[in-house]
Structure formats: structure tokens, C-alpha cells
């Protein structure tokens, strides 16, 4: 099996998106959340951040895993995941 390293290119044309570690600016907004962090939706279920993009209408959208399964949601459909303190 041939194996080959994956290059992600962003075009030229695309106005204002610019990708640093895991800041995420589109335009003069900053992504609400990053990748890798946990989340709810607006439908209680919890997921994390896989990737962040901007829709064409302009919109920050986020791709969710949420059980193997990945969920495509607008921002305002998230929340940030309360964090769980375990007991000492």
C-alpha cells in the first residue's frame, strides 16, 4: 500500500481566512471555540471540535464528532462544555 501525505491548501480568492495552530480567524472574527474542544449542541448532545469553517453565507460553522459520527452545526448552536472536576 502506497501511502501519501496530505496537503490542505486554502485559495488565494478566499477573503480573509487565515489557519494559525489552533486560532481560527475568518475575516476580523475569531472562532468561538477550537479544536479539540468539547461542546454541547443545542440539542444536548456533547461532541468535540474536529474542524472550522466558515459557510458560504458567511456563518462560523463547526464539524462535531459525536459518537464516531461527525455533526456539521452553525455557532450559535453550540455552548461550551461544562468542565468535570474529579474528586480528589
Known amino acids: 500500500m502506497v501511502s501519501k501525505s496530505l496537503t ?10 487565515e489557519a494559525l495552530g489552533r486560532l481560527v480567524f475568518a475575516g476580523s472574527k475569531m472562532a468561538k471555540f477550537a479544536l479539540g474542544d468539547v461542546v454541547n449542541s443545542d440539542k444536548g448532545r456533547r461532541g468535540v471540535v474536529r474542524a472550522v469553517y466558515m459557510s458560504r453565507e458567511g456563518r462560523q460553522c463547526y464539524a462535531v464528532e459525536k459518537e464516531g459520527a461527525m455533526d456539521f452545526l452553525e455557532e450559535e448552536k453550540l455552548t461550551a462544555a461544562p468542565r468535570v472536576e474529579l474528586a480528589a
Open 8 to 17: 490542505i491548501c486554502l485559495p488565494k480568492s478566499a477573503p480573509g481566512v
